[in-house]
C-alpha cells in the first residue's frame, strides 16, 4: 500500500474541518444579525471573513492531497 494515497486522502479530509468551520461562522453570523439588525453590515463582512479563511484551508488540502497522488 502506498503511504502516498493515504496522505493524500486524509489532506483531502481537510474539507471536513473547512465545512464545519464555515457552518460555525455562518451559524455565528446570522444569530449576530438576528440580535443586532442594525450592525448587519459589519456582521456580515466578518462572517464572511471567516467563511474565506476556511475555505483557503480547504484548498491547501486539496493542493496537498493532488499533489501527494500525483506523485504516488
Known amino acids: 500500500m502506498n503511504l502516498a494515497a493515504i496522505g493524500a486522502a486524509v489532506a ?3 474539507a471536513i474541518g473547512a465545512a464545519i468551520g464555515i457552518g460555525m461562522a455562518a451559524k455565528g ?3 449576530g444579525i438576528a440580535r443586532q439588525p442594525e450592525k448587519a ?3 456580515r463582512s ?3 471573513l471567516g ?3 476556511c475555505e483557503a484551508c480547504a484548498i491547501y488540502g486539496l493542493l496537498i ?3 501527494l497522488f500525483t506523485k504516488a
Open 12 to 14: 483531502v479530509l481537510s
Open 29 to 31: 453570523g446570522t444569530e
Open 41 to 43: 453590515g459589519d456582521i
Open 46 to 48: 466578518l462572517a464572511f
Open 51 to 53: 467563511m474565506v479563511l
Open 65 to 67: 492531497g493532488i499533489l
